[in-house]
């Protein structure tokens, strides 16, 4: 099929490029002119796991072609998905600005009613709404994308499932074709339940994390391991074993946004979502838990404290700080009058001083933190963590760390859920 992309940013390329992979002839249309450059001479312009090495091979197949003009690509397209940013906009809910400009842009400057499937995370009732605006002149789909950074290729490649909300069913098959070989279930619906169903998906992981730190602080207070309790709970073919690890809370480009999204659809909606929102708070107050926690290990004054960072990523795998606990935890800390030093291995933070290695990191800290779970940092030589530090105290925010290899270079050990020895 020949297939348009609009928008190559992180979901548009992992679309046009797993597209490509499956056969498709794939255009891409991108406003942004160095990013077009730069795919146009093959180099991508963010990092995914595996992502490089298919872009080269549609390349080389002739499988994927850049463009600049929306119109073209959608004009020469069987279909189009629209991969445009949603950014959180006023208080928080997605702003689907860039998506309601292209479809305008789309329904005057391209004939003959095209097929245009938003993969966009856009608010519950949008695709409705833009069917009632531009309908005459657009078939307008939903085919949400359930993409995890860090895990994206074979997320596209082996999705758990594939949901399409169209009123016709006739465009729903038309769309449920370009995922051709999958053999994962497809549920065919109306465009308000699909967009629901990606909001309902990541509102009750984010759920679901902020019980598991929840356990984990009264785990580490009445000295439980969270770590046990989770193997216990997850055995249950009920719960299940994951998604839940415990941790400084959740962030990224989704989780924060949609949690968010999702309480004003349900305040529009004349419903107060208490539990969402009871949700929202203890995510922002388990950052506060481990602030304080850091706060008292340094006898309750943070001014002169010297703590190392490790981890900047809102979680492995991936270069992506936005909604980063772990910088949020870094600017409290600041603000409280510590110096913070971090490290990551992929991401830079600009506003915050970074350590070229996770032992320069340590000079001369009191507390080193483990905010994000880079298995890097299991192999640090932590002999030499303990030479370079000034205090001796490592706080595990992810239970990344051997207890053992940490406390035999003479370092004190504390992680999150887990008994203080
Ligand atoms: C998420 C959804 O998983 C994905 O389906 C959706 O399309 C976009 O949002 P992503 O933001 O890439 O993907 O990250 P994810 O792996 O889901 O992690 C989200 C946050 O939860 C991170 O901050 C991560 O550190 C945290 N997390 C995840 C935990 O603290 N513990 C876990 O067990 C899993």
């Known amino acids: 099929m020949d297939i348009g992309v609009i928008g190559a940013g992180y979901v548009g390329l992992v679309q046009a490029i797993g597209l490509a992979e499956l056969g498709h002839r794939v255009r ?52 189009s998905f629209l991969c445009l940013p949603t950014p959180a906009g006023v208080e928080g809910v997605a702003d689907i600005g860039f998506v309601q400009r292209v479809l305008e ?39 949400p994308e359930f993409l ?26 038309k769309i449920a074709a370009t995922y051709v070989g999958m053999d994962a279930p497809r549920i065919l619906t109306d465009p308000t339940s699909a967009e629901l169903i990606k909001y309902g998906s990541n509102c009750y992981l984010a759920t ?16 439980a391991d969270v ?38 659809t349900a305040r529009q909606a004349g419903y107060e979502f208490s539990l969402l929102q009871s949700v929202v708070d203890a995510d922002r107050s388990q950052r506060l838990w481990i602030t304080g926690n850091i706060r008292r290990m340094v006898d309750d004054d943070l001014s002169g404290a010297n703590i190392a960072l490790w981890g900047t990523a809102f979680k492995a795998g991936t270069d992506d700080s936005r909604e980063s606990a772990a910088v949020k935890i870094a600017q409290s ?68 760390l051997d207890a053992a290899v940490v406390r035999r270079a003479g370092l004190s050990y504390r992680a999150l859920g887990r008994p203080r020895i």
């Not at 679901?208 to 000295?223: F, K, P, Q």
Request: proline share 6%; net charge negative; with cysteine.
């Open 227 to 264: 770590l046990d309790v989770v193997r216990g709970m997850g055995l249950d073919p009920r719960i299940g074993p994951r998604f839940l690890q415990p941790g400084p809370g959740y962030g990224g480009s989704c989780f924060p946004k949609d949690t968010i999204a999702l309480l004003a």
């Open 148 to 173: 995890s950074e860090g895990t994206a290729v074979k997320d596209f490649l082996e999705p758990s499932r594939i949901v399409i909300g169209s009123d016709d069913p006739a465009v729903a098959d």
């Open 28 to 79: 891409v249309a991108e406003v942004d002119v160095a990013r077009r450059a730069k795919l146009e001479e093959g180099i991508l312009p963010i990092y995914e796991a595996g992502l490089e090495e298919m872009f080269a091979a549609a390349v080389g197949a002739g499988l994927i072609s850049i463009h600049a003009d929306n119109c073209e690509v959608v004009s020469e397209s069987e279909l």
């Open 333 to 400: 800390l600041i603000a409280g009058g510590a110096m913070v030093t971090a490290h990551d291995p992929r991401a830079s933070i600009s506003k915050l001083r970074m350590a070229p290695d996770p032992v320069e990191c340590a000079r001369d800290a009191d507390i080193v933190v483990v905010a994000t779970e880079w298995p890097e940092y299991r192999s640090v030589d932590f002999a030499e963590v303990a030479k370079i530090m000034r205090g001796d105290m490592v706080y595990d925010l992810r239970n990344l």
């Open 208 to 223: 679901r994390l902020t019980y598991v730190n929840a356990l984990a602080n009264i785990a580490e207070s009445v000295g």
């Open 105 to 143: 842009e789309l329904a005057n400057g391209v004939g003959g009613r095209p097929i245009v499937v938003i993969k966009s995370t856009i608010p519950v009732g949008t695709t409705a709404r833009f069917i009632r605006r531009f309908g005459d002149r657009l078939v307008i789909a939903h085919n």
